[in-house]
């Protein structure tokens, strides 16, 4: 086959003027950790390059779970993290992988979320590296539902976290626990699907320390927004399309612009750069450059001959994650060899021209994204009000529009990790709860929790006479747990900052799903 790339792999060790025209990552967190922004500020609709992470929890009997906190120090004890999960026999699963401890692996979820494990990863309790097959347990806890059943804690140095997305992960080799060597790192991509009225940009990434008992700011995440969806109408019974049905549908007709992509400099230490043609045809996004270097992790690249590949062929994954494809020529299929497939990421040289380029391209980006809305709401004006769906006029209510994001951020401890932001509660209304049930009789509860899914917020309270509770919120939950008995409490009356409510007894849980059914 014809080689129609130029493939240059584990290319010799870059000089100070080249090194200048790559990101620096380093230096891009330290900003980001010293409160500078790392981005200009960008038009409505254009992708959006975010920091971010999450969690949050509550309840009653304990489960232990073996979590290593800081450093790793021979001297040390494993930490024990209790987790409060509100019923005996029900708890979020783990889902379990296989790595070779000496080779790594790369881990999907079926969320959509990703582990990268490097080579070497772990040692045991004495600090010696782990060899074989070890076995890591993956789970995420994303909605208020979740953490209710899994007892994540909530509280942040005095505040809640407001979640963008939380996950627990630990590993075990023959069943005794091991760490993450402090040498290396995991690599995660947390997929999680928020609601836009969340502030991506003042997320964080928080890790729960075991012996402080409180979520602790380590840092922060790149997070990208993938897509956003609109708000959907509920279904009436002539179960005719909605409006929003109807937008996505334009939506389809006219496809975003691909935005083009952004120079920066550095490059992970990680990363190895590689470098090869593309189809500007296929990925648009590339057309205004004359050169777009790649980078994939070095554990993957590195060990990678450097001759006999014939071609390469580049899938997209997601904005800004691409799927490269190495064709062996056909000698090295004769000795054995197969395709090589491996996640790499775009890395545009920063230098005056790319930056012209790319400000150029911008610009006319920005251009067919508001010929595009425009096109968009002829189409939509030209349904007319007789044209409008009924369903539109008769709905009972419509929900908030919410964003798929993926969150990329490296852990150093197993444990419990969240892309959040601290929330203040003070901001709330507070209100005077009381609570009765269907006799109208007074119950005394015990704690109230509460969830605002539009806010993505989650937590419980014990002073229910300075309850914080938007009462004006329709996408508020408020629910009690009584004696093992799950109720939820639905408001009756208002009377200025006093709310009483009525207990509803839910039916006795016997899985996630029940749970789930009732607070969602």
Known sequence: MKDNYNIKINPPKLSAEQIEKHMNFDALHEQMNQGKSAQKALPKNRF??????????????????????????????????????????????????????????????????????????????????????????????????????????????NTVLQSAGTMHIQGFKDGKAVFINPEKALQVELKTTVATALQLGELKSYAFSSKEKDWKDVG?????????????????????????????????????????????????????????????????????????????????????????????????????????VMIPNEASRKKGRSEVRFEAYPLIPYNQKTMSDYEKAMNEYDKAMVRREEQLSRELASLGTNDTPKEEKTSKKVKFSTQTIVSRFSIKEFGLWSAAKRFDLKTLPTVNARFKDASGKNVDVAEVFVSDAEKQLYFSSSDKSKLNLDSESEYNKVWVLSNGQLYVANPTKRENNQIEFELQPALQPKNESDIRNVLI
């Open 48 to 157: 959006r390059i975010i920091v971010a992470i999450s969690s949050l929890a509550v309840a009653a009997s304990v489960a232990l779970i073996l979590v290593y906190s800081g450093l790793f120090n021979a001297e040390k004890e494993i930490a024990q993290l209790a987790l409060n999960t509100p019923f005996e026999k029900i708890d979020i699963g783990f889902d379990s992988y296989q790595v070779d401890a000496e080779k790594g692996d790369t881990l999907r979820h079926n969320s959509g979320s990703v582990v990268v494990v490097p080579a070497a990863a772990f040692v045991d309790s004495k600090g010696k590296t782990v060899t074989g097959k070890v076995d890591i347990q993956y789970r995420e806890m994303n909605q208020a539902a979740d953490k209710f059943i899994a007892g994540v804690p909530q509280k942040a140095e």
């Open 220 to 324: 922060s995440v790149q997070t990208v927004v993938i897509s956003e969806q609109a708000p959907e109408t509920e279904k009436t019974e002539n179960n005719q399309m909605t409006k929003s049905r109807i937008f996505e549908k334009f939506q389809r007709k006219y496809p975003l612009p691909a935005r083009p992509i952004e120079p920066v400099k550095g490059s992970p230490a990680n990363m190895t750069v590689l470098g090869f043609d593309v189809n500007t045809k296929e990925f648009p996004e590339f057309a205004q450059y004359e050169n777009v270097d790649w980078m994939a992790l070095k554990s993957v690249v590195d060990p990678l001959p450097n001759d006999g590949w014939s071609n390469m062929k580049v899938n997209k994954i997601a904005d800004l994650k691409y799927e490269i």
